[in-house]
């Protein structure tokens, strides 16, 4: 079995270079180092002990994820792009937890990721308590939290990388606007993370701008965040939709899967999209178009965030002197069948 020194002779380099490769600790080594130790590992099929490692170090060549519920086919699609990059660019793995946005949830997992030695974490709760992130930061961990922007000052030592979700909801706001119409509903669970409500703020604002009815329409507080319930709220607030606001043309809904799984409650009661109501989902995950019709949405650009926030994570590990940094990325409409001008008729 190959071991490091086996690796650092063939690369012609020294044992504390290859060990610097095996964390991630890259930022100062030339690509060409870089290439040859990698190189040699290959050829020599060298396969680093986790747990050697981290009894060594205190560190393991682990990154934790938490992610409020993969019962939600985005947060399922982003962790699976964020397993490729950490294992395919850094040679990392992932622990997965499923906290419900849960702060005591996301706390006690991330005290079992230290106690493994994981130094890295990705946080995708959208929470606007972060303290407990703060916490784990201070105590070294390198961490990154999705889909918030930095409160300046309160976490200056967490990186955020997020898509500007106001602007989210101003896109599916003007598009139904442009197709004509004036009376709009955003629809969503009851439970308000800092994400979702930039997206209601955009959406209200928009359609304001341009004289539409609006209306915000959300399940009942017992489903909470719901990030494991959409399919059976779409049935509930298609009840609510119809009963409480039946002169609605245009509908947005907070993420892909709602917008699915209403338009499939509204065929079930007698209705068509978008002959009766136009839909426009939040997130463009694959499913959208894969369903009858195919959804309008609003694209975040998965792939690209995941890389994004490996990257980050992976920098900080290897440098905790880096200054904390914001990253936004832009959401784009993907126009499809799920839009169409307002109804004329009268809804039985």
Request: aromatic share 4%; glycine share 8%.
């Amino acid at each position: 079995m190959a071991t490091i020194r086996d690796v650092a002779n063939r690369a012609q380099v020294s044992n504390s270079t290859v060990s610097n490769v095996l964390n991630g600790r890259t930022s100062r080594m030339t690509s060409e180092t870089l290439a040859r130790v990698q190189q040699a590992m290959a050829e020599l099929g060298y396969n680093p002990s986790f747990a050697a490692r981290s009894l060594k170090t205190g560190q393991s060549a682990l990154l934790g994820l938490l992610v409020p519920s993969t019962a939600n086919p985005w947060f399922g699609e982003i962790a699976a792009r964020i397993e490729q990059v950490a294992r395919d660019k850094y040679d990392c793995h992932i622990l997965l937890g499923n906290t419900q946005r849960d702060v005591q949830s996301e706390a006690r997992f991330i005290g079992s990721l230290q106690s493994f030695g994981v130094r890295g974490l990705i946080v995708m709760s959208a929470l606007a308590d972060e303290s407990h992130l703060l916490n784990a930061a201070r105590q070294g961990m390198a961490v990154v939290s999705y889909d918030r922007r930095a409160a300046g000052g309160v976490a200056p030592i967490i990186d955020h990388v997020t898509v500007d979700n106001h602007k989210a909801g101003t896109l599916a706001a003007l598009h139904l606007v442009a197709k004509g119409h004036t009376r709009l509903a955003f629809v969503s669970a009851f439970g308000r993370t800092v994400n979702r409500v930039e997206r209601i703020s955009g959406f209200l604002e928009a359609a304001s701008a341009h004289g539409a009815e609006t209306v915000v329409v959300e399940a009942d507080s017992s489903h909470g965040f719901a990030d494991d319930q959409w399919a059976a709220l779409g049935s509930e607030l298609a009840g609510k939709l119809l009963r409480e606001h039946p002169d609605v043309t245009g509908i947005v809904t907070v993420n892909g899967t709602l917008a699915i799984s209403l338009t499939s409650a509204l065929r079930d009661r007698g209705f068509e999209v978008p002959r009766d109501f136009s839909v426009v989902g939040i997130d463009d995950m694959p499913l959208s178009t894969m369903v009858s019709p195919a959804m309008t949405s609003i694209r975040i650009p998965t792939g690209v965030i995941a890389e994004s926030m490996v990257d980050r994570v992976m920098a900080r590990c290897a440098s905790n002197d880096l200054p904390p940094g914001e990253t936004v990325f832009e959401p784009t409409l993907i126009e499809r069948r799920s839009v169409a001008a307002p109804r004329a008729h009268s809804l039985p």
